[in-house]
C-alpha cells in the first residue's frame, strides 16, 4: 500500500508537499490550524497538477487521495510519514513540534521545512526527539528536486538515514548533511547572493531588471548541471580547480562582495517593490505558470543531456 502522509500546515510550502506527495501516489492528510485551509490548498493542488501531470504521475496518482483533518490528533493518526510547514517562528515550531509528537505514533519519523532553524532548537520541548529530523525543501517542493536532511543533538542516526530513504523514494535529490549549520547549505549560498544583490540596489549600483539578467542570462544558465565548484573547476581549463585557485584565488582578497545584510530602509524596501513591478508586471500566478514551465524544461534537458553522455 501507498506510504500514508500528514502534512501540518497548508501554506505555500506545505501544500507545495501535498501536492508533490499525491503525484507521488502517496495517500496525503493534511491539518492547518485555519479552518477554512481546505478550499485553498485545494486550489494550490489544482494549480501545481498541470505541471506535476507533464513530469509524469506515478501510476494511480489521483487528488482524490488527499483528506482534510479537523484536528492535528486526527491528521497524524494513520501516518507513516509526518512533514511539517508552519511559519519560521521558532516559538510557534516548538510548540507544534511538540504537540506533533505527542499525537504521532510511536517509531514515525517526524521532518519540519523549516529553512533556517536547526532541529536542536526546535526538539527541546519533544518527548521522542530522537526521530524529528529537518527535511527542508526548496519553493516549489513539487518542482525543485532538492531537500536538505540533518538531525539534531538528540535526534539519532536512524531517523535521519530513515528520512534521506523516504525522500528519496518519494523522487527527491537528497542531501544528508552531516552536521546542523544555520540556513543548511543552498540557503546560505542563495542567501549571500541575495543580500550582494540588495546593497547594490541600496547603493544605486544596478537595478532589480540587471541583477536577475546578470544571472538568467550569466551563470545561472551554467548552474543546472554544474554548481559553483565544477564551474570554477572548468575555468581553470586544463589544469582545472587548481590552476584557478592559483591564478584567481588572490581576488578572494578584493572587495568585491558585502556579506553583512544592509539595512532595511523603507527606500531599499520600496526599489525592490517597484523594481519587480517594472520588470515583469504580470500577476503572479502568470508568473508561477511560467515558472513552472520554465523549471521542467530545464529539468528534461538536463536529465536529456546527462541520460545521453
Given amino acids: ?38 478550499p485553498r490548498l485545494r486550489r494550490l493542488v489544482d494549480a501545481a497538477w498541470p505541471a506535476l501531470t507533464e513530469l509524469g504521475l506515478a501510476d494511480g496518482a489521483t487528488r482524490d487521495d488527499l483528506t482534510f483533518a479537523s484536528t492535528l490528533d486526527e491528521a497524524v493518526a494513520g501516518a507513516d510519514f509526518v512533514q511539517e510547514s508552519a511559519p519560521e517562528d521558532l516559538e510557534i515550531k516548538q510548540d507544534l513540534l511538540a504537540r506533533i509528537d505527542a499525537a504521532t505514533p510511536a517509531g514515525v519519523v517526524i521532518s519540519s521545512s523549516t529553512s533556517g532553524y536547526g532541529m536542536t532548537e526546535m526538539q527541546q520541548r519533544c518527548t521522542t526527539p530522537e526521530r524529528l529530523v529537518v527535511g527542508h525543501p526548496f519553493n516549489p517542493p513539487y518542482l525543485i528536486p532538492l531537500v536538505e536532511v540533518v538531525g539534531g543533538e538528540r535526534t539519532e542516526r536512524w531517523a535521519v538515514e530513515h528520512a534521506s530513504r523516504f525522500f528519496e523514494a518519494a523522487g527527491k535529490s537528497v542531501i544528508t548533511m552531516d552536521r546542523e549549520v544555520p540556513g543548511f547549505i543552498a540557503n546560505r549560498l542563495q542567501e549571500a547572493l541575495w543580500r550582494e544583490a540588495l546593497h547594490m540596489v541600496a547603493e ?24 559553483p565548484c565544477l564551474t570554477f573547476h572548468l575555468a581553470g581549463g586544463e589544469g582545472g580547480m587548481a590552476h584557478m585557485l592559483d591564478q584567481f584565488g588572490p581576488s578572494l582578497k578584493s572587495p ?54
Fill in 1 to 38: 500500500m501507498a506510504p500514508h502522509v500528514a502534512c501540518i500546515g497548508a501554506g505555500v510550502i506545505g501544500g507545495g508537499w501535498v501536492a508533490h506527495f499525491l503525484a507521488r501516489g502517496y495517500r496525503v492528510t493534511a491539518w492547518d490550524p485555519d479552518p477554512d485551509f481546505g
Fill in 204 to 227: 544605486g549600483e544596478a537595478t532589480v531588471a540587471q541583477i536577475d539578467a546578470s544571472i538568467t542570462e550569466g551563470p545561472g544558465l551554467r548552474w543546472p548541471l554544474f554548481g
Fill in 256 to 309: 568585491w562582495t558585502r556579506l553583512e545584510a544592509p539595512e532595511l530602509t523603507d527606500d531599499l524596501r520600496e526599489r525592490m517593490i517597484q523594481g519587480c513591478a517594472e520588470e515583469d508586471g504580470r500577476d503572479i500566478s502568470e508568473l508561477v505558470a511560467e515558472r513552472d514551465r520554465a523549471v521542467i524544461a530545464v529539468l528534461r534537458a538536463v536529465r536529456e543531456v546527462r541520460e545521453g553522455s
